[in-house]
């Protein structure tokens, strides 16, 4: 079973700009698609961005045009590049992957923090 385990967390500025990875204990390249979620305190886990084996990459509105995800499969490794971070971003960003028969393994999650 693929184990997840995220980083690049931190505390930034409004405007400014970090990079998330997600690193699988085992292959990616045979998963249906490897997403990032995150959840703030008193809200519901949402889903930030996503992207399939075939490279075809999706993105919540409140991130597009700031977020973009990719991929590195030789790495087995996710990143998530968050620009013009927003107070609203704060949040607990957690990486998912989903298997062809759709089970879902999750991370321990990153703390992000966008505060002046």
């Known amino acids: 079973q693929v184990q997840l385990v995220e980083s690049g967390g931190g505390l930034v500025q409004p405007g400014g700009s970090l990079r998330l990875s997600c690193v699988a204990s085992?292959?990616?390249?045979?998963?249906?698609?490897m997403r990032w979620y995150r959840q703030a305190p008193g809200k519901q886990r949402e889903l930030v961005a996503g992207i399939t084996r075939s490279g075809t990459t999706n993105y919540a509105d409140s991130v597009k045009g700031r977020f973009v995800i990719s991929r590195d499969d030789a790495k087995n490794t996710v990143y998530l590049q968050m620009n013009s971070l927003k107070p609203e971003d704060t949040a607990v960003y957690l990486c998912?992957?989903?298997?062809?028969?759709?089970?879902?393994?999750w991370g321990q999650g990153t703390q992000v923090t966008v505060s002046s």
């Open positions: 998912n992957a989903l298997s062809t028969n759709f089970e879902s393994r």
């Open positions: 085992g292959s990616i390249f045979s998963m249906r698609a």
